[in-house]
């Protein structure tokens, strides 16, 4: 096995490893969002003034 060259071993295991630590690192790592802390937003329509009974609408 005259020129057998263990390093594509190398190149095999750091790309195996890349494929599964990026994802793993993008899971658990800081957030990118860039969305605004805007938070709940309160309610400024207007609020119903009275029911309505379907019965009185047939």
Do not use: C, H
């Amino acid at each position: 096995m005259k020129g057998f060259n263990l390093a594509v071993f190398g190149y095999f295991f750091d790309g195996l490893t890349q494929y599964f630590v990026d994802p793993i690192a993008r899971i658990f790592g800081p957030s990118d969002d860039n969305y605004p802390a805007i938070g709940v937003q309160p309610f400024e329509g207007d609020s119903l003034a009275e029911w309505v009974e379907m019965s009185d609408i047939a």
